[in-house]
């Protein structure tokens, strides 16, 4: 069965800190993408970014950064430079990758909440 | 805006109710997800319509029901409903095994 951990329930920096969040994931697949979404406080979950399992460049956009690492299985999310815009709950998700009649429904770790102190 | 929509946006209703939950897809997505977010469990899948079949289930309930019709939008139905069927219902869609795009969510509550 497929599982995802964030350990981390709530997290608070001052803002321009740099802020990690953890994500451990658990999957018998040996193909699967990794996600991150984020649901601010209007309630909407925004996608921010998806990985797949071939795939263990971290990547860079913006102020945001993701560490990929197959062997720890984990999948964590760096902001630089936080800003109070970015407060909001911040969920991992693993899907199996697709396969013909496969299951490609989101397994949800219980998010971080992050909040960003002025 | 990820292009989903949901409607409506609040639901309030009495136990023991019947409502229906619609979604819009993304153009072009052919696939349909439901999810429930609640505080004590979190963001649970309930179902997923890939152009108009079900193709999986998860821990969705008997009294919950859910199609997709022909032009690819989605009801969610939940019936009998209790107090703890109150919570956040998200539909999200997606282009097949590619990423999910969620709606804004109908925020049901149960009195």
């Known amino acids: 069965a497929q599982k995802v951990t964030q350990a981390q329930t709530e997290i608070s920096v001052v803002e321009k800190e740099d802020v990690t969040l953890d994500c451990v994931y658990e999957t018998r697949d040996t193909t699967y993408y990794l996600f991150w979404y984020k649901q601010p406080p209007s309630g909407e979950l925004v996608f921010l970014i998806r990985r797949n399992s071939f795939d263990e460049q971290n990547e860079i956009s913006g102020r945001y950064s993701w560490n990929f690492q197959k062997s720890t299985s984990s999948f964590n999310f760096t902001i630089t430079a936080s800003q109070v815009v970015d407060s909001a709950v911040y969920f991992c998700a693993l899907s199996e990758a697709y396969r013909s009649g496969g299951n490609e429904k989101l397994t949800f770790g219980t998010g971080t909440r992050l909040t960003i102190i002025p | 805006d990820s292009g989903v929509t949901q409607t409506p946006k609040h639901l309030i209703t009495a136990t023991g109710q019947r409502v229906t939950l619609r979604c819009s897809p993304r153009?072009?997505?052919?696939?349909v997800y439901w999810y429930q977010q609640s505080l004590d469990q979190g963001l649970q899948f309930l179902i997923q319509?890939?152009?108009?079949?079900?193709?999986a289930k998860g821990n969705i309930l008997e009294r919950f029901s859910a199609q997709q019709f022909p032009d690819l939008h989605s009801e969610l139905n939940l019936s009998s409903l209790e107090l703890g069927d109150s919570a956040l219902y998200f539909c999200?869609?997606?282009?097949?095994?590619?990423?999910?795009?969620f709606g804004p969510g109908t925020r049901l509550t149960v009195l």
């Open positions: 999200a869609s997606s282009v097949e095994a590619d990423t999910q795009y």
């Open positions: 153009s072009g997505d052919l696939s």
């Open positions: 319509y890939y152009n108009g079949e079900e193709r």
